[in-house]
């Protein structure tokens, strides 16, 4: 693993997420059990691995259980504080209102409901090195659907949910700390301040390998369980809140 070069992170964990209901009936979407252990435990724990000694977590809806979970953070291996919406502020508005509490330097940002194993120093000498503002990791995209394998007007056979020739925003980045001025007080930093660092050709995509899984509805949860006991990622038992079959 390279050397560490961003040591501090932000998570977006304020959403209410109504698609993955009941699981968030009563529980916000980072607190959502994959394979026992809430995401943002994922989260965190990869966070650590790769050096990262300070996060933000910013919350919203019912985030009293994000703190009684992580605490002062100090099981996992670094130091958490919490930056709490006065009301919804949006994804935007709420990476404004925490990045104040960040140090003067590059931090990543992770959005609440992803869990992967991607080398996040790697992300950050990538960054480094583009000279951009924002670095936004990339997934290939992957489909939800059977796409039919055709010979003219004949279907050979479907393949199931293929990788297509796209990159989708997989709510991983690294940003530059100047770039909190530009993002809006309220709504979403994706409309408005993105599409500016476009336009200046300071947006930067890094296409990320390894495992990724976004976990948007409650399929997504059911398949992520599967997906981290298949390949060995599951937490320790200490971080677990649930049965690893949930």
Not at 136 to 151: I, K, Q, T
Request: net charge negative.
């Amino acid at each position: 693993m390279t050397t560490p070069t961003v040591t501090q992170a932000l998570i977006l964990a304020g959403g209410q997420a109504t698609r993955m209901r009941p699981y968030t009936d009563d529980a916000p979407k980072a607190m959502v059990p994959v394979a026992g252990a809430p995401i943002i435990g994922y989260q965190l724990t990869l966070l650590a691995q790769h050096g990262v000694k300070n996060v933000i977590i910013s919350g919203g809806y019912k985030a009293e259980m994000i703190k009684e979970y992580v605490g002062d953070g100090d099981r996992f291996g670094l130091t958490a504080e919490y930056a709490i919406e006065p009301e919804p502020l949006g994804r935007g508005g709420g990476l404004k209102y925490a990045a104040k509490a960040l140090d003067d330097g590059p931090f990543y940002v992770l959005n609440g409901d992803v869990i992967t194993t991607v080398d996040l120093n790697d992300l950050a000498h990538y960054h480094a090195q583009h000279d951009g503002a924002v670095t936004v990791a990339l997934s290939p995209y992957r489909s939800n659907w059977g796409v039919a394998d055709l010979d003219g007007d004949c279907i050979r056979g479907f393949i199931q949910s293929p990788e297509l020739p796209y990159w989708i925003n997989a709510g991983i980045y690294v940003f530059n700390p100047h770039v909190v001025a530009l993002l809006p007080d309220k709504g979403d930093h994706e409309n408005s301040t993105f599409p500016q660092l476009a336009e200046e050709g300071q947006l930067i995509g890094y296409r990320l390998t390894g495992y990724w899984r976004g976990v948007d509805t409650v399929k997504d949860v059911l398949e992520a369980s599967k997906e981290v006991r298949a390949t060995g990622a599951l937490l320790p038992e200490e971080f677990r809140t649930t049965d690893i079959d949930t």
